[in-house]
């Protein structure tokens, strides 16, 4: 399948067409993206493109081949790294609030940049370093209520001052046997009712408190593998429907009964709304 972002309507089941597909040369879509973001204040779609190294937004109902309004790429971004080269730059998360983007990138930092940044231009912050406790493919997330950055980081939520710069601690982590903390693509920060709702080892997805800290369990718990024999991949959350939707892919360790490789569940879960 060549790359493309397509939209699919909310009730759609198994086999329904996208409603509308963004694809083509002039999109600079590529390969490897495995997260991207939606800024519902703004009405703008936000992907990487890691092999180019670049960060582009496209306006929300962008359909078929339609370039990005704006693109961020060059020496001076300091975006680093490519999918499967070293697994970086291949998820961005948004801050509508605040008007920015995070972007994972090597060596082990989370890049920040001015939503409205175009070109060649250098990042706003650059959370990294040893004492950050960052590594590998990590996940970002921002409460901007509470000015609070998450990083799901190798088994571990740390969580930081949303303007952390450099080589700074943590203020807090969730991480431990008890959590059961784990990794996904992307998860989701839920800033009306102060949640973390992220992936848990075996395959679960849980929902933790803003303020847990060490190893604490979810408040909430959904067994998603038990429940679809899928590893959830990547996590979405619809507040006006109160549902949570993941997309879910067969690989070695998830072997649905199904046969079917790719997968997008959506379930009802109004606890945590």
Known sequence: MHP????????????TPPVRVLEGQKTL??????GFSYDPIH???VVTSPLAQAILTFRGGANGEEAPIRVIQGPHTQIQGDYPGTGANDRVSVDPVNGEYYMFSTPNTILVFDRLGNGDVAPKRALGGSNTLIQGR???????IRNLLFVNSRGRMLIFDRTANGNVKPKA??????SGMGNVQT?????????VIAGGQGGFIGAWREEDTGDVPPRFKLPAKEITDYDPLSIAIDPA???????AA????????SGIMNSIMTFSWPEIF
């Open 187 to 195: 998860f989701q920060v839920y800033p009306p009712k102060g949640l």
């Open 241 to 247: 429907h109160r549902e949570l939707m993941f997309v």
């Open 29 to 34: 879509i590529s390969r490897t993206m495995h």
């Open 250 to 257: 067969a690989n070695a360790r998830s072997q649905p009964k």
């Open 4 to 15: 493309q972002i397509a939209a699919f309507a909310r009730l759609a089941g198994a086999n």
């Open 173 to 178: 982590m969730i991480a431990g046997p008890k």
């Open 138 to 144: 990590a996940a970002s997330g921002v409460d901007p």
């Open 43 to 45: 009405d703008e779609i």
